[in-house]
């Protein structure tokens, strides 16, 4: 109560007195800080974000000390970047309470009433009464044009006073309604920032699988709390991986010979015996165990997550481990696929690209279950270390490749689903402030809005009416609303043709 | 002949046509563009006039070109980069035909939008595959389709309002010392002609603003992030920021003149290197970016 006390008591008037409050409050600022944050996103486009020092160096970066120093690799978390960017949104704070409360005073339309400098006369050839015309030109706009009355608590009633009529959604609480929309992304972003947290967890076939996340919310990290298990389990009963048939394309790489494609001197082929098995989908059939029931089953696929308890799971790659025989010997040896395999007898190493396995969906429509292979390779080292690869061929499960007189078999294969998982409470928050920024946006921007001011009066005893018209969003056109009004008034100032029964 | 063989001699057929048609229609607008510099060097509006008929001719050519390789593919044609830049080539000339009706004599933005236009579809014939991939499973998404039509779109829209504001600054000195000029700008259409480059921005921005956020959502939905800070992110976002700065400075009174206009090209070059640039630079410093499929 004595916060709130305090609070209310407070002299909130002198903090919009300070110079420095106002200086906050102005456009310019907000041109400044925006450059400022150019300024950082441009140099965190030139060092790799969220890579490792020791990576960076060996891939040849430079100023590993000045970038060290900066922390250049992880810069949208440093204290300059998030400074910077508290600075921007305490400006847009100020600017949109500014204009709320210059929204709220209506002072615009004082003034408009006051400045009163009509931009079109027409004349209103009507007869007999000014007090007709009056009439007639608020019913036009009223009904026939469809705008609304504003009133600033003066009298409007009154013929020679000006008259302030508006259409559209007002493009100053548009305005004002994105600008805080964009403030609220920011606190999404801040939800983001501080409780966030991601992981990845492999999953194999049939075993239930417990969730032990090793990374921690940065909020959580620094009061010092560890990871928790959550207290459920995964189960993956089913890991499917589908490839479309994509044979490859016969077509030159040099710029001459594409010429000479275009002028027809050579034909585009696509060659069917070195087709390629293009990645299709990979899904993940999915049972979250909650105590010893099963919660929830989904088939998960890239683009398509799992969302349980406010964490989701994505499907993000999988692992593939090979059992490979050597002649007739029953003791197996395991690798992984992309991993080098020393086989005894073998001079080099061997090396096993992606296997290929689960359904092939073919051009001509129909689909064919692959026989798992995979394309095997021989990578030999020469005495100054440099390495030659010679391919192997297609190793087709239970199939054999000679290599050295050694016969090489695929006898097994076991594949894990790898799933990343994460926690972001920023998110339900960005979607809301992020949709109504952009309707507010798309309805100030392409709307359309207009106001006019307008009064009726008398010059040499026929009447007139002034007009000043302010439009706004890119769909309003004053040259057509002018020749709309024009249309109506001529209409309205039309002699009766008393001729017509009625 | 097996149906499978019928099939791919029927994709190889279509496939050089789609390309010999890509050839021609950089051809169009190569021609387009030696008839705009004609007209600036001449200073006479038949060349203006006669490159802006060949620019239609080319966009019509080249619509029907988007629409072959639609049904090449059985998809939205912006999957690769080669597909991109096509697409990009021609939503740049139709924006910049879109605008130009309004300016009956005035023809000297086109040099820029023809240029860029021609310069997309050959770098597209040059350096690019042009096979019709599959879409790979990252791209299986609803988002897909809204991302990169509205980030292409406000693209287009920024090159024909840059353009715009190019011809502005070049031809107001001469104007303002009362020399004149015969490009159909005189002192009574300047403003209002300048007027559209704002206009243009104005609409480019929120189809921007779109367009990064389906990008968000979509990466959101697919890699698990909303945002990774990866180089072509960031570069949307430079882009983004520069093209707000642009739309506050032009209601700062001081600043409306000049600096605006300086951020507004800024906009256009960081737009640029969004599109095509952060790719070289990000192969070139080594950085690893989740835009791949696009470089």
């Known amino acids: 109560m004595t916060i709130l006390k305090k609070i209310r008591e407070f002299n909130w008037q002198a903090i919009r007195e300070n110079k420095l409050y106002w200086r906050f409050a102005s456009l310019k600022t907000s041109v400044i800080f925006l450059g400022i944050l150019v300024f950082f996103y441009i140099i965190g486009t030139i060092f790799p974000q969220g890579g490792e020092i020791d990576d960076y160096i060996r891939a040849g970066g430079r100023f590993s000390s000045f970038v060290i120093f900066f922390n250049l690799l992880e810069l949208f978390t440093t204290p300059i970047f998030l400074l910077s960017a508290l600075l921007l949104f305490i400006n847009l704070a100020i600017c949109t309470f500014e204009r709320f409360l210059l929204l709220l005073s209506q002072k615009t339309l004082k003034t408009e009433e006051l400045q009163f400098i009509p931009s079109y006369i027409l004349p209103l050839d009507i007869n007999p009464q000014l007090e007709d015309a009056f009439e007639g030109v608020r019913e036009i706009f009223k009904k026939e044009l469809r705008f609304r009355e504003q009133t600033n608590g003066s009298d409007k009633e009154q013929v020679g006073s000006v008259r302030i009529i508006e259409k559209g959604w007002s493009y100053k609480w548009l305005t004002w309604i994105y600008h805080v929309a964009i403030a609220f992304c920011f606190v999404g972003f801040l939800l983001t920032y501080l409780f966030a947290f991601e992981d990845g967890i492999t999953l194999y076939p049939n075993e239930h699988t417990k969730i032990m996340p090793t990374a921690v919310s940065r909020w959580n990290g620094s009061w010092g709390k560890g990871p928790q298990e959550l207290d459920f389990k995964l189960i993956l009963d089913e890991f499917i991986t589908e490839h479309n048939q994509f044979p490859a394309l016969d077509y030159p790489k040099d710029k001459l010979s594409r010429l000479a494609v275009a002028m027809g001197w050579k034909e585009v082929k696509y060659l069917l015996d070195n087709e390629s098995y293009f990645p299709k989908d990979w899904k993940s059939r999915l049972r979250v165990i909650k105590g010893n029931h099963a919660v929830l089953e989904k088939t998960i696929e890239v683009n398509d997550p799992l969302y349980f308890q406010g964490i989701t799971f994505y499907q993000a790659a999988y692992e593939q481990n090979l059992k490979i025989q050597v002649d007739d010997n029953p003791i197996l040896l395991e690798t992984e696929v992309g991993k080098e395999l020393i086989v005894p007898g073998v001079d080099g190493m061997l090396k096993f690209g992606t296997l290929k396995t689960g359904t092939l969906f073919k051009k001509d429509g129909t689909t064919e279950k692959i026989k798992p292979f995979v394309e095997t390779t021989l990578v030999r080292k020469d005495s100054s270390g440099k390495s030659e690869t010679k391919k192997l061929g297609k190793l087709v499960q239970d199939e054999s490749l000679v290599v050295d007189d050694k016969r090489i078999i695929l006898k097994e294969f076991k594949e894990a689903s790898v799933l990343s998982y994460r926690y972001d409470p920023g998110v339900p928050i960005l979607w809301i402030s992020g949709i109504l920024a952009m309707l507010a946006m798309s309805l100030r921007i392409f709307g359309a809005w207009h106001r006019i001011a307008y009064r009726i009066d008398e010059k040499d005893r026929v009447p007139r009416l002034l007009l000043n018209i302010k439009t706004k969003g890119l769909m309003a056109n004053e040259e057509k609303f002018i020749k709309r009004l024009k249309y109506h008034l001529n209409k309205m100032t039309e002699p009766i043709d008393l001729d017509t029964p009625v | ?295």
């Open chain 2, 1 to 295: 002949m097996s149906n499978l063989e019928t099939l791919l001699s029927r994709d190889a057929f279509l496939l050089s046509v789609d390309i010999r048609l890509f050839w021609f229609v950089a051809l169009i607008y190569g021609a387009s563009l030696v008839l705009y510099i004609i007209h600036l060097v001449t200073k006479k509006t038949g060349p203006g006039k006669l490159a802006t008929n060949i620019l239609w001719f080319g966009v019509i050519t080249h619509a029907g070109l988007i629409l072959l390789r639609t049904f090449e593919g059985q998809r939205a044609p912006f999957q690769t980069l080669y597909e991109s830049l096509s697409w990009f080539a021609w939503s740049a000339a139709v924006t910049y035909l879109y605008v130009e009706r309004k300016w009956k004599d005035i023809y000297l933005s086109g040099i820029l939008v023809a240029a860029l236009s021609m310069g997309a579809c050959l770098y597209a014939l040059l350096t690019r595959s042009p096979a019709v991939e599959p879409l790979s499973p990252p791209l299986q998404s609803w988002w897909f389709e809204w991302h990169v039509v509205l980030a292409f779109l406000s693209y287009a829209v920024f090159v024909v309002s840059c353009s715009i504001e190019i011809v502005y600054l070049a031809i107001k000195p001469s104007l303002k010392k009362g020399l004149g000029t015969d490009f159909g700008i005189n002192m009574d259409n300047l403003e209002s002609f300048h007027a559209q480059s704002f206009r243009l921005a104005l609409f480019g921005f929120p189809l921007l603003t779109f367009g990064i956020f389906s990008g968000a959502a979509w990466a959101n939905e697919a890699w698990g992030r909303y945002w990774g800070w990866d180089p072509k992110e960031t570069w949307s976002l430079i882009t983004w920021t520069v093209f707000a700065m642009y739309l506050h400075s032009v209601s700062i009174p001081k600043w409306r003149g000049m600096p605006a206009s300086i951020f507004n090209i800024l906009g256009f070059i960081c737009m640029i290197m969004t599109f095509i640039g952060v790719n070289w630079v990000a192969k070139l410093l080594g950085i690893p970016s989740l835009h791949l499929y696009a470089m």
